[in-house]
């Protein structure tokens, strides 16, 4: 297998890695709150689910549940990575560091690896191979659809205000002797 070294393919691979890792870490979070809200994968705390409406574990999983759900799809993902690192920092310093300073020590190091990679999520974006990326491209080709028209009729000149619907010509047709 050869690498390519040019700044393009570089750019790409990037770009390409960003959105699996994006996609991987979405589906992690996402498995960590359908194992606290339906019992799956090993269920909450070894075993069953969190009771609805519990503060703060049913909540946080919703969000782990939801929130991941949309980061693996790219969709929303900045504000949805944004949440889930809230949550996650919020985790952090309520659940563990009161235990004690090190992440390693007070059993916090997946909020904060979580809280800190989301954060890296909202700044980077959701890439290309995103839900985000895709709607982006629909609403920028139908932007182009229904501007083309009117940028048409403004290149050939523009409304003269009345409401006969005439059009005053643009500044090339007009004669150079005339003044506009």
Known sequence: MRFSTSRTSAALAQEQVLSLFRIVVGLLFACHGAASLFGVLGGAFGGGTVAAGTWPGWYAAVIQFVGGGLVMLGLGTRYAALICSGSMAYAYFTEH??????????????????????????????????????????????TVTAVAPAAAVLASGSHDGNDTGSVTPARSEVPASSSV
């Open 97 to 142: 560091q009161q235990h004690a300073l090190w992440p390693i020590q007070n059993g916090g190091e997946p909020a904060a690896l979580y809280a800190w990679t989301f954060l890296l999520i909202v700044v980077a974006g959701p890439g290309r191979w995103s839900l985000d990326a895709l709607f982006g491209r629909i609403a920028a080709n139908n």
